[in-house]
């Protein structure tokens, strides 16, 4: 069975950080690139940051580039999204998602496994 286990959400003051996890079990890790999306309510779900497989490239959406820092532990089959000078923009479900297509390619439209949400809350 695929799972893709996302934590590390929860409440926190906006410029302050948290960092998301998610394990990953069920397929072969080292073959997937996985990427972090969020959604907030109201809004369409947009990707945020991916890591690729094959080189550890990293991917950011504009909106978070030099506040967001996406990692992967092979050994561990987790990526991590680091988050610092979060703000109240950045609240929303953050979902991760793999895909062995390369990032930013055709293939992350929709990508083949998802896992659930953890709810990052910023406060003014």
């Known amino acids: 069975e695929v799972q893709l286990q996302a934590s590390g959400g929860g409440l926190v003051e906006a410029g302050g950080s948290l960092r998301l996890s998610c394990a990953a079990s069920?397929?072969?890790?080292?073959?997937?690139?996985i990427g972090w999306f969020r959604q907030s309510p109201g809004k369409e779900r947009e990707g945020v940051s991916c890591v690729s497989n094959r080189d550890g490239s990293a991917y950011y959406d504009d909106s978070v580039k030099g506040r967001f820092t996406i990692s992967r532990d092979n050994a561990k089959n987790t990526v991590y999204l680091q988050m610092s000078s979060l703000k109240p923009e950045d609240t929303a479900v953050y979902y991760c998602a793999a895909d062995p297509g390369a990032p930013g390619s055709s293939s992350w439209r929709v990508p083949r496994y998802w896992g659930q949400g953890t709810l990052v809350t910023v406060s003014s």
């Open positions: 069920g397929f072969s890790f080292d073959d997937y690139a």
